[in-house]
């Protein structure tokens, strides 16, 4: 009956995908007596590289438990929905997650944008877990949540670094670009009023927006910029004076657009700063415009790099990679429209890491037979600490901290690779000890009443 309700679905454009993980790469577990846990996800596979990505790194920490036989006796699994990054139809399918396929804890819903919506609407009133939801959003973590648990750090860190680093370089004229939607928005008002209490020497020239999905920039650029032809102006020509005042420019955009953006603002100024963050990825065919070390273009990032900073799991994700990719050439006809895994990236080292501790807390369970989710959540607070091999999440504490990890880098662009520049990893400070270093939410969230953007506090000139 699952089967049959399952093509309907897709047939009828909700895009469901089943990811049986293990059992589909190999095509071979026909085992009837086979026990099973799952978990649900609903993200973007349309529009968002990142969020695939996010996913693709989930599955191959699945992958790698079932391949060792799973946990006490059961395997675990996904069933992944796409929401298209559209608000409501991910509140649907974090509800036909819940209510039909029963979950065990929805993981790893992606932006901000559908996860404000899904935890009004399904995680706070169906007392549903949300594991690992790919945001950064202050707002979401203004209060603790106890069926919420970060492995993301908020994006206040990645505020930090990104200040300190314009202020390094002596800019103190700015512009910004945000996509206009909830994720830009947040992002936007946030920095904005990091900038107002913290009395900061900074001037924001000029604000500019663009629809979501849209990689038709134009109008943003003509806003940025307050001239008529952005994609001809001549640098040394009458009506650039935006283009030569402004020293940076600050991106709150994704991946579908940040080519465009890149190669458009360094043709019109070469010498312009730009900074962006973890949200709109790493891959490095957006890297094709920086030509040397001169390009002064940084990206903060919220995720580890696990080549660098953890080489067992690096280790462990290559040989899960190694094998998913090998599993796709021996089953090419079937599995035609699963692509192979070519290139490594930040969300995937993310995604891997966020499964493992899932794993991790099944694994302190002495039985799953009737496991429910009220004992899985709670089980994060009963560990507190967790050592996915070598890589430290937690504490989680009851009331007062969901956050699991809080890490945030500033990094260059030289050439195809992030070098970084300086990191914050309070993971590794043990900066949440439970007894003296609790973050109170008052020092370091954005109060939700302060992040209206009032715009007779912007100076535009």
């Known amino acids: 009956m699952k089967k049959f309700i399952l093509i309907i679905l897709v047939v009828t454009a909700i895009s469901l995908y089943v990811l049986d993980i293990v059992g589909k790469l190999s095509l071979g577990n026909k085992d009837s007596t086979q026990k099973n846990i799952y978990f649900g996800q609903t993200l973007d596979l349309e529009y968002n590289l990142v969020s695939m990505q996010y996913f693709k790194g989930i599955e191959l920490a699945y992958q790698y438990i079932n391949r060792r036989g799973g946990v006490n006796g059961y395997k675990i699994n996904v069933v992944l929905l796409n929401d298209k990054y559209e608000r409501d139809l991910a509140v649907k399918n974090a509800n036909l997650l819940v209510d039909y396929y029963n979950v065990l ?195 903060t990032m919220l995720t580890y790099d696990l080549k660098s900073d953890y080489p067992t799991l690096y280790k462990m994700l290559i040989e899960e990679v190694d094998f998913y990719n090998k599993s796709i050439d021996n089953y090419n006809v079937v599995l035609s429209k699963i692509k192979k895994i070519d290139d490594l990236s930040n969300m995937i080292y993310y995604g891997f890491y966020t499964g493992l501790l899932v794993i991790e807390v099944l694994k302190k369970f002495k039985s799953l037979d009737n496991i429910s989710r009220e004992d899985f959540i709670n089980k994060f607070y009963e560990v507190k600490d967790f050592d996915i091999f070598g890589l430290k999440i937690g504490p989680f504490i009851i009331n007062k901290n969901n956050q699991g990890i809080n890490f945030a880098s500033i990094n260059k662009i030289v050439k195809d690779e992030l070098v970084m520049i300086k990191e914050i990893d309070y993971n590794k400070k043990n900066f949440y000890s439970e007894e003296n270093n609790i973050i109170k939410q008052e020092n370091n969230i954005v109060k939700q009443e302060n992040n209206i953007i009032k715009q007779e506090y912007y100076n535009v000139k």
């Open 105 to 299: 804890a929805l993981v790893g819903t992606f932006g901000t944008q559908a996860n404000l919506a899904i935890i009004d609407e399904v995680v706070n009133k169906k007392r549903v877990p949300l594991i690992g939801p790919c945001t950064g959003s202050v707002l979401l973590r203004s209060s603790f949540n106890k069926n919420i648990i970060f492995t993301l750090g908020s994006v206040q860190s990645e505020f930090d670094l990104m200040i300190e680093n314009i202020l390094s370089n002596k800019i103190t004229n700015i512009g910004i670009i945000y996509q206009n939607d909830d994720y830009g928005i947040s992002f936007l008002n946030s920095f904005i009023n990091n900038i107002l209490s913290k009395k900061l020497p900074l001037n924001v020239l000029n604000i500019a927006s663009y629809e979501k999905n849209s990689q038709f920039l134009y109008d943003t650029f003509q806003k940025l910029f307050s001239i008529k032809k952005p994609y001809l102006v001549n640098y040394n020509g009458p009506d650039n004076t935006y283009v030569k005042e402004m020293q940076a420019v600050v991106l709150f955009c994704v991946d579908l657009q940040i080519a465009t953006i890149l190669g458009t603002i360094k043709r019109m100024n070469p010498n312009m700063y730009i900074y962006y963050n973890t949200f709109v990825g790493d891959n490095k065919s957006n890297y094709k415009i920086v030509k040397d070390d001169t390009a002064n273009i940084y990206q």
